[in-house]
Nanobody, 126 residues
Framework: QVQLVESGGGLVQAGGSLRLSCAAS????????MGWFRQAPGKEREFVAA????????IYDDVVKGRFTISRDNAKNTVYLQMNSLKPEDTAVYYC???????????????????WGQGTQVTVSS
């Protein structure tokens, strides 16, 4: 059974940093591109960042580009999201997701991700 477990969320002041982790099990981790999405209260879930299977290629939403960094450690079956210069509008539940196995595509689309974690809350105070 595939499991994705996020951790590292919490309360932080504006301008601060957090590092999210997502540990995967039950899948051939290196076969999957990985993504981070978020959902703020009353809003649709939105794309944040994604990384290729090897970790060599990544994409970001423009809103977080330059502030957030996605990375992965295939030896630990873990993907990370380093979030710097946090803003109150970054407040959301953050989800990690695994892309379709052995696909070379790194996607912004939720439909390209077949497995999702339960999410971790990030709250940024002003």
């Amino acid at each position: 059974q595939v499991q994705l477990v996020e951790s590292g969320g919490g309360l932080v002041q504006a301008g601060g940093s957090l590092r999210l982790s997502c540990a995967a099990s039950g899948l051939t981790y290196s076969a999957h591109a990985m993504g981070w999405f978020r959902q703020a209260p009353g809003k649709e879930r939105e794309f944040v960042a994604a990384i290729s299977r090897s970790g060599w290629f990544s994409i970001y939403d423009d809103v977080v580009k330059g502030r957030f960094t996605i990375s992965r450690d295939n030896a630990k079956n873990t993907v990370y999201l380093q979030m710097n210069s946090l803003k109150p509008e970054d407040t959301a539940v953050y989800y990690c997701a695994a892309g379709r196995p052995y696909s070379g595509h790194v996607s912004r689309a939720e439909g390209e991700y077949g497995n999702w974690g339960q999410g971790t809350q990030v709250t940024v105070s002003s």
